[in-house]
């Protein structure tokens, strides 16, 4: 059964999703979403695992101060896992999930049993990258939410998405626009400034399962083969016919994939 939940951490509250009894495991949103994203798989848990899924700093219904940094964010989501009571789960994020998953296991490796890595990228933005993201940013204190999402859902859905599944436009619509401009300014921000974590993969030496789909034109299927080489323990799978949110798009391909990886190597 699925439960909303939330956490008095420090100075806020931190809203998290959860489902299942057994090792927990933490799902970390992607941009520019929100816990929910991670619905289709909190609905299909695997037995012995219980999944958690926070909102990060500066998003969700109820956002706090926006994030100042992607340390920011994972800082909240180790100060989860200490009010919950939790030294140690699989942790892991697609997208601006993952950069934070890295930024997260930079500060405590130590919490970490497994990591997952969905549609995401080890290497920082590079000057195309950043001035895109300086278009965005402009866009978002310009117009709001609902901007980025009519600038961002064409790249964040696959073709076979956007011609074949027509609920998840509008579901993903709903959760950019259930956030705030401030938040979503802040992150975009927070991704411009992160550093490149490709020299930390070869210290990830939990199991990881490193996904994406075929249909990502925001991060090709190559970088995800990039980050497989580079990670001792990795496994690598590839969703047909999904773009960038690829647990949205394929949701019970991935959940599929997300659960034979944790039952056959954790």
Do not use: C
């Not at 927990?24 to 992607?30: D, F, Q, Y």
């Not at 789909?213 to 980050?227: A, F, H, K, M, Q």
Request: hydrophobic share 40%; proline share 7%; glycine share 10%.
């Amino acid at each position: 059964m699925l439960r909303e939940r939330s956490a008095g951490t420090g100075d806020r509250q931190i809203r998290y999703l959860e489902a299942g009894s057994g090792w927990p495991t933490v799902l970390i949103h992607g941009f520019p979403l929100s816990a929910d994203m991670w619905i289709p798989q909190l609905e299909a848990v695997p037995r012995g695992w219980r999944f958690l899924a926070p909102d990060l700093k500066g998003f969700g219904p109820a956002p706090g101060a926006p994030a100042e940094s992607l340390d920011d964010m994972a800082r909240g989501v180790v100060d989860l896992l200490d009010e919950l009571e939790i030294e140690r789960a699989v942790i892991g994020g697609l997208s601006m999930g993952g950069y934070v998953t890295l930024a997260l296991f930079r500060m405590a490796p130590e919490r970490f049993t497994g990591v997952i890595l969905a549609n995401t990228r080890a290497a920082a933005d590079t000057d195309q990258g950043r001035e895109g993201r300086d278009r965005m940013s402009a866009l978002v204190r310009a117009k709001g939410a609902s901007a980025v999402a009519d600038a961002m859902l064409p790249t964040l859905l696959g073709r076979t998405t956007r011609t074949s599944r027509p609920e998840v436009e509008p579901a993903v619509r709903r959760l950019i626009e259930g956030n705030t401009a401030a938040g979503l300014d802040a992150a975009i921000g927070a991704m411009t400034q992160r550093r490149d974590a490709t020299p930390l993969l070869a210290d990830i030496g939990r199991p990881a399962l490193v996904m994406t789909g075929d249909e990502d034109v925001l991060i090709p299927r190559t970088e995800s083969e990039d980050l497989h080489r580079l990670l001792p323990r990795s496994h690598l799978v590839v969703l047909p016919r999904a773009g960038h949110l690829s647990n949205m798009e394929s949701p019970a391909d991935f959940s599929e994939a997300l659960g034979n990886f944790l039952h056959s190597n954790l």
